[in-house]
């Protein structure tokens, strides 16, 4: 597997995020910071997510996909649009409840062309992992399975603290 990237465009307020790769919490940081001033941006208008070419998502990454969409959902009032042409990816985003929270495409976009890969920002240990904490509680709250899923990984993660 590929280490991880994750890429964005945007152009008058309309965002696309790609992720590539194995895309893991080394990279929980980087994501959940642009995601904070892609919100904060005043034009922002719309988001997308492309997951053609991950290999492989943690939950991590899937807490902070589902963060995005909720975001969206609470604050701007639109589902946003998730593309993966991968059968396995796409068994794992039906398994975590992200049906309710994004249209699903089950076919290849193409990327824009000025997307670029946002520099990793390193979290200190403590910020990572009250980030993967943040992420895990998301995803937790979409179903009861994702909520049995996930419980003693935050009894660990939670004594942590």
């Avoid at 642009?34 to 997510?49: N, Q, T």
Wanted: with cysteine.
């Amino acid at each position: 597997m590929h280490e991880g990237r994750f890429l964005a465009a945007s152009h008058n307020g309309a965002y696309v995020i790609r992720l590539e790769g194995d895309v893991r919490l080394s990279l929980c940081t980087t994501i959940d910071d642009y995601f904070h001033a892609m919100f904060d941006d005043p034009e922002f208008a719309s988001v997308w997510v492309d997951l053609d070419a991950v290999e492989g998502l943690d939950s991590t990454t899937l807490g902070l996909l589902a963060k995005l969409a909720i975001t969206a959902r609470d604050r701007f009032g639109f589902q946003p649009a998730i593309y993966s042409h991968d059968p396995g990816i796409n068994r794992l985003l039906k398994s975590m409840g992200f049906l309710r929270l994004f249209q699903l495409n089950e076919m290849a976009r193409s990327t824009p062309r000025d997307i670029h890969e946002i520099p990793r920002v390193k979290g200190s240990q403590d910020t990572v992992r009250d980030k993967v904490i943040e992420a895990h509680r998301v995803l937790m709250d979409l179903s009861d399975e994702n909520r049995a899923r996930f419980r003693d990984l935050m009894t660990v993660l939670e004594q942590g603290n």
